[in-house]
């Protein structure tokens, strides 16, 4: 089993930063890839931004790319998202998630952190 745990959200107002953090615990070593989704209430969950844990390749979500920076340390099995310039529309729980080796899905989650823009 994986753990994470987000933490950073909170209520920011529009053009504004914040940088949330997933820390993971557990049988790290059978994921190779963390990534951010977010769900905004009526809306089905979205995917933002993807990082490797080996090489560090990342991919991001058209409507992040440019604004969102995904980055990890891997001494603290810690991944980030930078998000600047913040708009009402990023208003959503955001979501970390690890995804497996041995089958290729996101099999772990995190339990959400709270982000809300101002306008």
């Known amino acids: 089993q994986v753990q994470l745990v987000e933490s950073g959200g909170g209520l920011v107002q529009a053009g504004g930063s914040l940088r949330l953090s997933c820390a993971a615990s557990?049988?790290?070593?059978?994921?190779?890839?963390m990534a951010w989704f977010r769900q905004a209430p009526g809306k089905e969950r979205e995917f933002l931004a993807r990082?490797?844990?080996?090489?560090?390749?990342?991919y991001y979500a058209g409507a992040v790319k440019g604004r969102f920076t995904i980055s990890r340390d891997n001494a603290k099995n810690t991944v980030y998202l930078q998000m600047n310039s913040l708009k009402p529309e990023d208003t959503a729980v955001y979501y970390c998630?690890?995804?497996?080796?041995?089958?290729?899905?996101?099999?772990?989650w995190g339990q959400g952190t709270q982000v809300t823009v101002s306008s």
């Open positions: 998630a690890a995804r497996t080796v041995v089958v290729d899905i996101y099999a772990y």
């Open positions: 557990g049988r790290t070593f059978s994921t190779n890839a």
């Open positions: 990082i490797m844990w080996t090489g560090g390749s990342t």
